[in-house]
């Protein structure tokens, strides 16, 4: 590996595959959906050869059906794994989601369960059963995301059965929380030392990385005196930080396409007068939308003076809907969103535009380049790369990102933003007002800041550095990080 011209072998993991399976008139078809890793990896393809796998999304019980499956998707590179349905939501919705999301994003009041347990580590174990069988001596492996945190350690030994060696790579989207939130989770240590069978993990930020090492020690007692290194078992793993980012000039691109001008003429003269705000959030307890609305309402309320002369565009983009609990944060927001434009609304206008679905990818582009302030109120978020988006269709404007000190954007981005805590709804309401009447100079200066950050950590650039560093470790094992 290594030659000039030789091609890097990469196998990347997800939990689910970036490709949508359909069955269409019996047969069935595959197409690569956008955004996400893929945009994040479009930049290798020069220097690498790809190879995914990941669950199919669909149940596929049939030999005959799984075999025409695994044709319509070797089109892509990508090998499914699959999974019975009740295995499939076991894992995905009762561990992955109800137990280790909200651990991941310190929500207290989490219930452990034996049974989603078990499931989550066969899902674990099938993933390095089908990847230990197919990958080669020297590929590299990069796992991704808290659906998989056990994989590495179960895929080392069964490649080390097989006489295999590869190097093998784990990225968190999430946060990773400090001590005394993942001292929660009865198996917290088999979470932990199956991350540390990698050779390389890669952390948002700072603080999830710092957390993660501090927890490696204090639970483990791993040997973590050098930094952006851990020493346990025999094994010398690197912890690095690895800023997740956007594609900018896919939106730079789409608001050049005359529909989107046209539209963006339309939205501009619909608010002429009007100061709009936006927000696009999952539709997700970690997104502070209840504290969202509450802290718009408190803005309302402090000032009369700017009736029918703001509005507050909220997306809510729906998530996880055959579970309970956001089944009812979505009936507790539609609450709270009538109650607002039943105080505040006027013959004029409503203050506040609630959609509850999906945007297509123009109009929230669209969206994006017409609103004056983006408002953002994560309780916790990985990253949330909404700001990153907000800022790439702000050049014109230069509108002012208002983020919540707990997204993880707010650890690179705070500088070019107005902070707040989303708890604090006195807070939030100055920080509205203060964004709204910022000086134009200081607009510019802050807009400048923010588009620089953006178009340097861009999602291939992220991809690319992770890949790089890993590679280093393939050749050179035994070396420091």
């Known amino acids: 590996m290594g030659s000039t011209g030789e091609k890097r072998n990469l196998t990347i993991v997800s939990n689910r595959l970036p490709l949508s399976v359909k069955r269409v008139d019996g047969a069935f078809q595959s197409s690569l959906s956008s955004g996400g890793l ?6 290798l393809t020069k220097s690498t050869k790809f190879q995914w796998f990941g669950w199919p999304g669909i149940e596929v019980k049939d030999p005959k059906d799984r075999e025409e499956v695994q044709k319509s998707l070797e089109a892509h590179n990508a ?9 499939a939501h076991e894992h995905y919705n009762e561990f992955s989601n109800r137990i280790l999301w909200p651990i991941l994003h310190y929500q207290s009041g989490v ?7 078990q499931a989550y580590r066969r899902v674990n174990e099938l993933f390095a059963d089908a990847i230990a069988e197919t990958a080669g001596s020297g590929s590299l ?30 990225s968190l989207h999430t946060p990773f929380p400090a001590g005394d939130f993942w001292r929660n989770l009865p198996v917290r240590k088999h979470l932990i030392e199956g991350m540390l069978s990698s050779d390389l993990i890669g952390f948002h930020t700072d603080e999830y990385k710092q957390n993660f090492i501090d927890t490696c020690a204090s639970l483990l007692n791993a040997r973590t005196e050098i930094p952006n290194q851990i020493q346990y078992k025999n094994r010398l793993v690197c912890i690095n930080k690895f800023i997740v980012g956007i594609d900018p000039d896919k939106f730079i691109d789409t608001l050049q396409k005359p529909d989107v001008q046209e539209r963006i003429r339309v939205l501009k003269e619909h608010y002429k007068g009007v100061k709009v705000i936006v927000g696009v959030d999952r539709l997700d307890h970690i997104k502070g939308l209840s504290q969202k609305l509450k802290g718009f309402d408190a803005f309302l309320d402090d000032h009369p003076e700017l009736q029918n002369k703001v509005v507050l565009i909220q997306v809510a983009v729906p998530s996880r809907e055959d579970v309970k609990e956001y089944q009812e944060l979505e009936t507790e927001l539609c609450t709270i969103a009538g109650k607002i434009n039943g105080k505040h609304a006027t013959p004029e206008g409503t ?23 983006c408002l953002l ?3 916790r978020d990985g990253m949330n790369l909404v700001a990153f988006e907000y800022v790439a269709c702000q050049e014109e404007r230069h509108g002012v990102l208002v983020l919540s000190e707990f997204a993880g954007a707010a650890s690179f981005m705070t500088n070019g933003s107005i902070p707040f805590h ?13 964004a709204l009447n910022l000086d134009p100079a200081e607009r510019k200066a802050k807009y400048e800041y923010l588009r620089g950050f953006v178009n340097t950590n861009t999602s291939a650039k ?9 590679s280093l470790r393939c050749k050179r094992p035994g070396e420091s990080c």
């Open 79 to 87: 090998i499914p794994i699959f999974l019975d349905s009740s295995l």
């Open 422 to 434: 989303p708890a604090n709804k006195t807070e939030m309401s100055e920080a509205i007002f203060n």
């Open 141 to 170: 492996i990069w796992v991704h995301d808290y659906h998989l945190m056990l994989l590495p350690e179960l895929l080392r030994d069964r490649l080390k059965q097989r006489g295999k060696s590869c190097a093998i790579g784990f």
């Open 38 to 43: 893929v945009t994040s990896l479009s930049g």
């Open 462 to 470: 992220w991809g690319e550095t992770f890949i790089e560093k890993l």
């Open 111 to 117: 219930v452990f369960d034996e049974t989603p347990w």
């Open 351 to 373: 203050p506040l535009l609630y959609m509850h679905r999906s945007v297509p990818f123009n109009e929230l582009t669209a969206l994006y380049s017409v609103a004056d302030v």
């Open 377 to 379: 109120t994560s309780t």
